[in-house]
């Protein structure tokens, strides 16, 4: 990894692929070299040193802080020669998505923010992709997005082994755990969306260079009332009559060493593969800026939940697919009845239970909204999410019976009926019974519930 400058003085760093023998380079390096495996991408040293460069001081607004880390960002990726800002594309594959990529007059304003989105020097559809599917964030329609575009393209997926549905969540990723890796089955992975705890080197020893790294984060507070609902079988939560007896018990009831726990704290920061067990603690601003800062370095685009149409938006530029590509309908979702809106100040308790999240969060969120101003703008955004509103319509009009979801013993396929969990009611979908063939499927895929979807494609990829 080398640290560059370029013609106009800015930073950059610059990671290149070498075979060296490793008595030589240890000679002249400081830098742990593994025995085994590829080198790290960003040593530690490399990225504390990243990480001072986007501390705020003190006087730092929010503002400046998402300036930073996007500068620090753009420094990093800089040295890309061929970086090229996808709005400029006029090679977009998708024709009927050239005319809906204006340049915005204001995207010029700060190239930085693009680095994120950069792509060849030519837009070319991204198909190798990391989704860190974090925990109660709509993080399962958009597995049904990820499945639905591998499938038609038949893209390999990295799916669990056995057939399991997540890779063994809590535990970090390993490689290991992903099946055709003992037997070296499969040549190249493409997109990993499954549950798991996120570990950039181990990711990094099975994906390529290329390999674009998003995720999504929700609002801690509707987040956590949803886990609260879900996971109540957690020995966190099985005790408290209510989401506002635990947060008063806090402590009491929540041991961080049993087992699923980390669901009732912290959950967001857990999946990003950091240490959840944080309240109330001096060093909370420290651990929360590393956090953002190792973040920013690992991945590409953080989506928000509460903008979900947004975020489809966005991802469709930053990998360069077309509408088509990312509309989907809400999976997952509870009914009305077993949804518990808090009163504020419950709230307040629980991102103060939460601040880690939603410190995370609030970050996540600001830069999300600065990315959109500086790439598509706010005008260009809403007559997207228009088109993309409309899209999902004609197909919610064409594909479902019922209009929308309901609740699952209402629901007639038993082939299509969503995982119950805990005390939530998650609802599915009927289709319309006259659907034949080429419709019908994509109707199907559309609705298909992620468990039954991904043993469909195991089934596909391992025992075809
Ligand atoms: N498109 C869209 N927009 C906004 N919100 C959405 C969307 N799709 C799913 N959801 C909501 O996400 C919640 C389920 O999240 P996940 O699928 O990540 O859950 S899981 O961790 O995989 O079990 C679940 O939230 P709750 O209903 O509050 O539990 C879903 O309603």
Redesign the pocket.
């Known amino acids: 990894l080398l640290e560059t400058r370029d013609d106009d003085g800015s930073e950059g760093l610059m990671t290149y692929r070498v075979s060296v023998n490793l008595k030589t380079l240890q000679s002249f390096t400081s830098v742990p070299i593994p025995r085994r495996g590829r080198l790290p991408r960003f040593p530690e040293r490399e990225r504390r040193r990243a990480i001072r460069r986007t501390l705020p001081t003190n006087k730092a607004t929010e503002e400046q802080r998402v300036e930073r880390s996007f500068g620090h960002r753009q420094r990093l990726h800089k040295t890309t020669k061929k970086n090229h800002m996808f709005l400029n594309s006029q090679e977009s594959p998708h024709a009927s998505d050239k005319q809906q990529v204006t340049p915005s007059e204001d995207k010029h304003k700060d190239p930085g923010i693009l680095v994120s989105f950069a792509l060849d020097s030519v837009c070319q559809p991204k198909n190798h992709i990391v989704f860190l ?9 958009i597995v049904n997005i990820l499945y639905r575009y591998g499938d038609e393209r038949n893209l390999t997926f990295g799916l669990p082994v056995h057939k399991y549905s997540q890779f063994f969540y809590p535990q970090r990723f390993a490689t290991t755990y992903v099946e055709g890796v003992h037997n070296n089955m499969v040549r190249e992975y493409h997109i990993i969306c499954n ?1 798991l705890r996120f570990n950039k080197p181990e990711l990094d020893k099975l994906m390529p260079e290329d390999t674009f790294y998003f995720s999504i984060m ?1 609002h801690p507070v ?1 987040m956590f ?2 886990a609260f ?2 996971y109540k079988g957690i020995q966190a939560f099985h005790s408290s009559i209510n989401l506002e007896d635990f947060l008063d018990r806090g402590w009491q009831n929540y041991s961080p060493s049993v087992a699923n726990n980390q669901y009732a704290h912290n959950n967001l920061a857990f999946d990003f593969g950091f240490d959840n067990n944080i309240y109330n603690s001096t060093d909370m601003e420290e651990r929360a800026q590393a956090a953002v800062a190792a973040i920013e370095q690992d991945f590409h685009l953080v989506l928000i ?1 509460e903008y ?1 149409d947004e975020s489809m938006v966005l991802l469709k530029h930053a990998l360069c697919w077309s509408l088509e590509d990312v509309v ?1 309908f ?5 009914s009305e009845q077993s ?1 518990h809106m808090p009163l504020p100040h419950i709230a307040d308790k629980i991102t103060a239970w939460n601040e880690l999240d939603w410190r995370l969060y609030i970050h996540f969120n600001a830069t999300f909204w600065r990315t959109v101003d500086i790439t598509l703008g706010r005008e260009e955004m809403a007559r997207e999410v228009g088109r993309l509103r409309q899209r999902r319509d004609q197909l919610q009009e064409g594909c479902l019976q019922d209009g929308g979801p309901v609740n699952p013993e209402h629901v007639k396929d038993n082939r299509l009926k969503p995982f119950q969990y805990g005390e ?1 009611v998650i609802q599915g979908y009927n289709l319309k019974p006259a659907l034949e063939g080429q419709t019908k499927m994509k109707c199907q895929k559309l609705i298909m519930p ?1 468990l039954q979807y991904s043993g469909y494609l195991y089934k596909k990829q391992f025992e075809n």
């Open positions: 599917k974090t925990h109660k964030t709509a993080s399962s329609t549950h929700r509707t009332e949803s609902t879900y939940t979900f989907s809400k999976l997952n979702s509870r949804r939530a992620e």
